[in-house]
């Protein structure tokens, strides 16, 4: 689904503009620089404490101010790498094995 929005189509357009080796690179990258709001929020995140910290709150950390933290930061979510694959294998059967 974050695809279809970076790419501003429906999810059900992905296949017809992404090949599955197109994918696999984006998700790849993915992995290594995320680029959705998680990024801004931990940014925020900092800013948030830095200020906190001067204002004298003690042990104030960025994850105290993100509206949604998770404990690790691991690309895309399982479920959508696997409705992305599925639709991908659908489409083009046999280019993932």
Do not use: Q
């Not at 709001?37 to 200020?51: F, H, K, P, S, T």
């Not at 993100?66 to 399982?78: L, Y």
Request: proline residues 6%.
């Amino acid at each position: 689904m974050r695809l279809a929005v970076l790419f501003r189509c429906a999810p059900s357009r992905l296949p017809h503009i992404l090949s599955g080796r197109d994918y696999r690179e984006l998700a790849r990258f993915y992995a290594a620089e995320p680029w959705d709001e998680m990024r801004g929020d931990v940014r925020n995140g900092i800013l948030c404490a830095i200020v906190a910290a001067f204002a004298g709150a003690k042990n104030a950390k960025p994850g105290d101010f993100m509206p949604f933290v998770e404990t690790k930061d691991s690309g895309p979510s399982a479920d959508d790498v696997g409705v992305m694959r599925r639709a991908f294998e659908a489409r083009n059967a046999g280019m993932f094995a």
